[in-house]
């Protein structure tokens, strides 16, 4: 059974920066996709940003130029830096993994991870 254990988050100034590790543990395939969903009170769960195993990565056009994905497929980890934080990056963060490199869609995640708060507020 594969589990995805998350790090990282918290209280953060506006303008600040946050790294976020999520690191994936049991019998991992080869092909997959990871990354993370945030979802703020009220509203839809949104893609942040994923990295195919391959090193393909994605991005929300809200989080493009201050947002860079990683990981390491050695440790099965996937990494998340976000600069330049604002209060509407204020969410809980989940950490997904997608078997395969299909299109991204909460349905079609496979395992989360339990998620992790983020607030950026002063």
């Known amino acids: 059974q594969v589990q995805l254990v998350e790090s990282g988050g918290g209280l953060v100034q506006p303008g600040g920066s946050l790294r976020l590790s999520c690191a994936a543990s049991?019998?991992?395939?080869?092909?997959?996709?990871m990354g993370w969903y945030r979802q703020a009170p009220g509203a839809q769960r949104e893609l942040v940003a994923a990295?195919?195993?391959?090193?393909?990565?994605i991005y929300a056009d809200s989080v493009k130029g201050r947002t860079t994905i990683s990981r390491d497929n050695a440790k099965n980890t996937v990494y998340l830096e976000m600069n330049t934080l604002k209060p509407e990056d204020t969410a809980v963060y989940h950490c997904?993994?997608?078997?395969?490199?299909?299109?991204?869609?909460?349905?079609?995640?496979?395992?989360w991870g339990q998620g992790t708060q983020v607030t950026v507020s002063s």
């Open positions: 997904f993994l997608q078997w395969g490199s299909n299109g991204l869609n909460p349905n079609r995640v496979d395992v």
């Open positions: 049991g019998m991992i395939f080869r092909i997959n996709t």
């Open positions: 990295i195919r195993s391959g090193g393909i990565t």
